[in-house]
């Protein structure tokens, strides 16, 4: 069923009538994992208690994450990759009970793949505040509630910080390499500058140094369009019934976010202004084919991921400044000593190649010089999760210095 398969990972496709009728019925009130829910191929990690970057405590965090490939006795051949905003834990495998999509990059890992599980140990964890069993808003505060809107402020560093706590946890010393892109390229970038010592190399794909007033602006409207909705009910929806939550506003936000992630060559290729039906969208009660496109995922969103998470993650976007109290970016990319691929995609609206480029000018370890890999693709920013033998080329070398 298409509500199984990550839309990041493919390219745009009209919406048939098998597509509209998996989303049929009222979305739940929150589409994150809760407790009961069947666990499928996650692990738990109890962090215990954390203090975060801008003052907040967490009397305890938990860690949801996913392995593959054994872990030598050295504890050498570890690798962790980092989602982006709407991913998760699940890089790899079916959808089934537990995991409400399939793996969105199984292509990259696995045996003989570019992470190869039969070299490399690989870890992905649902970064924290996040809606599939990590600590999160959907979680319960120490009163028994959901944490919902008082979930406390957390950024790009304190997702960082509790991925070194896993790491502990683990008994990991130094990763391998750590891989990710678009917010988790966020996070990448963080390790390479913020734990130098415990890395030998990184990836970045398709993300920035600093969050751009660009990309301040267009959060803030997908976050307002969830805010808004009436069923939002200021964070406090958790005991709605389905259909009463702020699945209109999360789709609205979901619809927003995907005219960024896609380029305009694609969505005129595919779609041009074909209509969806019979149906006239000039004055007929009909629409654009586009139009359907966007609201079949908004809507196959608000199914498994939550309103609260989304905005607590899009925040956690927004303080994204490698160079905050470190004397700028500039000065905080030359800390960075681990082995460096930095990748950027020629028709990225969102974090465009000149975000990428100066990370590769600012480091001295880059893999491939001053200037950053550029592949070329029509699929914009999700090209990372689509290009697979242009990425994955790039992923081979890089594990292979």
Known sequence: MDWQTPEDTVPSAFITEANTRSVLGKPPATGAWREGDAPGDRKFASLGPMTLEQGGQLP?????????????????????????????SHVVGRPGPGHPTAGWWGSMIGPGKPIDTDRFYVVAPNMLGGSQGSTGPASHAPDGREWGARFPFVTIRDHVAAQAALSDKLGIERWAAVVGGSMG????????????????????FAAPAIASADELARNSVQLDAIRMDPGFADGDYYEAADGEGPHRGLALARRMALLNYRSPDELSDRFARSWQSGLSPLGGGGRFAVESYLDFHGNKFTRRFDANSYITLVEAMNSHDVGRDRGGAAAALGRVTARGLVLGIDSDRLFPLADQHYIASNISTSVHGPDAVVISSAFGHDGFLIEDTLVGAHVRGLLDT
């Not at 966020?186 to 990184?202: K, T």
């Open 185 to 204: 390229g966020m996070q990448s970038l963080e390790w390479a500058v913020g734990y130098p010592d415990r890395l030998e190399r990184f990836a970045v």
């Open 60 to 88: 305890s965090v938990r860690i949801a994450y996913e392995t593959w490939g054994e872990l030598r006795p050295d504890r050498s051949n570890a690798v962790l990759v980092l989602h982006a905003l709407t991913g998760d």
